[in-house]
């Protein structure tokens, strides 16, 4: 089993709709969660840290379940802006390196 | 602009030479990360410092690759006898690690090599 494992799509979703992604992960003792959006040939920008308790950022709720081992991200009234390739990224602790998905690549239809 | 920077952006080398790249972390970050990125891939871990010292490399990294922080500032990546297979997006990034933090990395732009 991969460390990291993201659908990789595309998702064609229309504007105005919901869409949301899954991420598994295979560590249990993984401690840290983030979801990064990375443009086309641009770097990756952090999006949001994923909480114990789940949290919202405007139309973007992160969601973790550690019994299932996946975090979830979810995108309210999509905007054509929110086309881009959404990396999940695991890390074991603050003191260990990030592990990257391959991502998951979304298109927002007009 | 106070984020991270790379230089070169880009970087065209013929197979077998050397090339290096450098990256200037945000300033009061402590700890500053090497990836490699190729295209449809998420990018993979080479290679990461906390402040001058070099704490885990990635196998990915032969033994054609090196990196330094001399000072604890920025960081140098070399690969030497490049081979086509290098030719991927190496990117920076770069945190600060603290008690009880939460650390989150930030990215540079990257230098996109190509061997030919």
């Known amino acids: 089993r991969k460390e990291v494992e993201q659908d990789p799509g595309p998702f064609n979703v229309p504007e105005g709709a919901t869409v949301a992604f899954n991420c598994t992960y295979s560590?249990?003792?993984?401690?840290?969660f983030f979801w990064y959006r990375q443009d086309c040939r641009k770097e990756p920008k952090l999006l949001m840290s994923v909480y114990s308790s789940g949290n919202e950022d405007g139309r973007f709720t992160a969601q973790l379940n550690r019994a299932s081992q996946y975090i979830s991200l979810l995108i309210r009234d999509s905007k054509l802006s929110d086309s881009a390739t959404y990396l999940c990224?695991?890390?074991?602790?603050?003191?260990?390196?990030?592990?990257f998905g391959k991502g998951t690549r979304l298109h927002i239809l007009p | 602009d106070t984020g991270v920077s790379q230089n070169p952006r880009h970087k065209i080398t013929k197979r077998g030479q050397n090339v290096t790249f450098r990256c200037d972390p945000i300033?009061?970050?402590?700890?500053l990360y090497w990836y490699r990125q190729t295209l449809g891939q998420g990018p993979e871990f080479l290679t990461y410092?906390?402040?001058?010292?070099?704490?885990?490399k990635s196998r990915l990294l032969s033994d054609r690759f090196s990196a330094e922080r001399p000072k604890g500032s920025f960081s140098t990546l070399e690969i030497q006898r490049t081979e086509q297979g290098d030719s991927a997006m190496y990117l920076c990034a770069s945190s600060n690690v603290g008690q009880g933090a939460i650390y989150e990395q930030y990215f540079g732009p990257g230098t996109r090599l190509t061997v030919t």
């Open positions: 410092f906390q402040n001058e010292a070099q704490l885990e």
């Open positions: 990224v695991v890390s074991l602790g603050r003191d260990d390196k990030i592990i």
């Open positions: 300033s009061e970050h402590n700890r």
């Open positions: 560590n249990s003792a993984s401690q840290s």
